[in-house]
């Protein structure tokens, strides 16, 4: 492999970890400057996180500890129930209704939850503007925002769709953080957990849905933002053509295909690929071969050839629009990739929603407390999310994006609560070190 992975994903990582930045950021803003919309002074709120018990200052630690587990596990088995609700769903082609679906859950949360902070902001800042224009404003705002999301034959600026997605993860994140805190913790700490095993279990309903979303070649079925970078051509003639994360609502995978296209001028038959799959996005060469089964447009090439280490296998040749983009066929392909790659990028990584959501509301709950552990906290998450990108491309394993961030997130965020803030307020006003 010529030059480093580091390299050839650095684009990629930064074109996820620049929207979740901005995203915690904007979330740690509004906890710091909506104290009106925050219900710590009034009546908890009872929400899907809270089903079973509300937590009080008066409640002793025992009945904090024992009521948030409650209601983190309460929260997990709806997810899971949910989730394999939308499986069943789509395993009998309900697509439809997924996608109404899908577009009222936007548009509620833009309109409703999106227009209860746009008050609070009015209110917190004084701003003059009457009722009719504020109604107005919010309505475009959330009409344009679900066109963006989810239009269809419409060319919509990938721009305006990833702000839109960034502010749907500010928007329930920014409530989210009105969670107790013994709450908000157990529940960051479950929703990791079953992280895992929705993703990495056999019977996952993450694993399953996305199996069945690859099977139909069709979009997946849940909110994610996809970074979609440009991927340049690397003059050395050897590089990566294409980095995809296929995340659904709280994971994130890698899969690469590596293309040299010194060979493809040799007739398209030394195509190096390279392929990971994971229980998210299945492999794309299974992918074709379950659809050369029943199409033309394939011609299958069965030979493989060995040298030393190097495995260079030679596999069927793919004369559609995907097949141009990735390189995989002879002259027909590549006039049909030259074409394409004037007027498209390339996919890049997707990450799920929940992961904004989640890593904002850790963010959120450490900037109730101080900026010290904010910073921590965001140090931490975006560790932890390159920690997640690296290993996926270095071990060629499917990992989930949400437990080593939320693990570090967590971690950071006591040690720093416990033992650096009292050691750096202590030495600070000891004049000990400014």
Sequence with gaps: MDGSILESIGVEIIGVMSPVSICMLLVVLIVYSLTSFSSSSGEPIRTAANLVYLETPTDSTSEKIEGSLLNALVFVILIAAVTFLLVLLYYYNFTNFLKNYMRFSAFFVLGVMGGSIFISIIRQFSIPIDAITCLILLFNFTVVGVLSIFAEGIPIPILLRQVYMVLLGIIVAAWFTNLPEWTTWTLLVALALYDLVAVLAPGGPLKILVELASSRDDELPALVYEARPTVSRNPRGSGFGLLVGGVSSESVEVEMTRHNPSDSRNGGDSDETMEET?????????????????????SSIDRIHQTGTDIIEDEEVDLSPLGAILGMGGDESRRGREIIDEEETSRGIKLGLGDFVFYSVLVGRAAMYDLMTVYACYLAIISGLGCTLILLSVFRQALPALPISIALGIM?????????EPFVVGTSTNLMMF
């Design 412 to 420: 950071f965020y006591f040690l720093t609560r416990l033992l650096m």
């Design 278 to 298: 994971s229980p998210l996005v299945p492999s794309l060469r299974d992918r074709m071969r379950s659809s050369s089964s029943g199409s033309s447009e394939f």
